[in-house]
């Protein structure tokens, strides 16, 4: 049975064709779509992992601290002044991750591409999470798509239901998408982890869902947790 189609607005949205491109070797030094700074839990302020980004010489990048993207506009000014010195910098996506509850579960949404400041999503860009009907994960992705941009969800083998349930009821739910190449173990040397980011990204195929990849970087490298 073939895999069900992209959505019109997937298909015309600018992330989807880099999310179509990803493989288990995009990240950490191509593609960066899930990682935190000092605007939320990470340990990075805004301009050092912009610095790293740069020094990667990765091509996509999202910024997605918990709950803000303060850091966003901090990023793009370092980017704009290495692109004004003539090198090549990232495309630099809006994002955050966002507390949702799903089938009875609390999972991390990653929202990405949305429009610069939309009203849609201003509370929960307040730092924390939000509570009763607004944590309902189909209320998050309804906001997301709203401000224009896509949902997928986060590291979905890290919760405490099975990630085939949790991709089937995030499916259900109109996410666009999952975080296929994640690295469950916190090697020292980022790697997608073995089996069961491959397992996710047939899952991922199998409901026409795209498949996203990231560090969720804490630490001081951008390559690794």
Same mark, same amino acid.
């Given at each position: ?69 303060? @850091?966003?506009? +901090?990023?793009?000014? =370092?980017? %704009?002044?290495?692109? &004004?010195? /003539? !090198? $090549? ?44 009907? @607004?944590?309902? +994960?189909?209320?998050? =992705?309804? %906001?997301?798509?709203? &401000?224009? /941009? !896509? $949902? ?74």
């Amino acid at each position: 049975m073939p895999a069900p189609a992209l959505t019109l607005r997937q298909q015309r949205h600018p992330l989807t064709p880099v999310l179509r491109g990803i493989t288990p070797r995009c990240c950490p030094t191509r593609v960066n779509l899930h990682c935190h700074t000092q605007c939320s839990d990470g340990s990075l302020t805004p301009p050092q992992l912009a610095q790293q980004a740069l020094a990667i010489g990765l091509e996509h990048l999202a910024v997605t601290d918990h709950h803000s993207n303060a @850091a966003h506009a +901090a990023v793009a000014e =370092v980017f %704009q002044d290495a692109a &004004a010195a /003539g !090198l $090549a910098v990232p495309q630099l996506w809006r994002g955050v991750e966002i507390s949702a509850l799903l089938d009875g579960c609390l999972v991390h949404v990653l929202a990405l591409g949305y429009g610069d400041d939309h009203p849609s999503l201003g509370p929960y860009l307040q730092g924390v999470s939000q509570v009763g009907e @607004a944590l309902r +994960a189909a209320v998050v =992705v309804e %906001q997301i798509h709203e &401000a224009g /941009g !896509l $949902a997928l969800l986060a590291h979905p083998a890290r919760y405490r239901l099975p990630y085939q349930r949790l991709l089937a009821a995030a499916a259900a739910q109109g996410f666009d998408g999952a975080e296929a190449w994640y690295d469950y173990t916190m090697a020292p040397a980022w790697g997608a982890t073995p089996l069961v980011c491959d397992a996710i990204a047939r899952e991922l195929d199998k409901r026409g869902l795209l498949q996203s990849c990231g560090t969720d970087t804490h630490g001081h490298d951008l390559c690794g947790r």
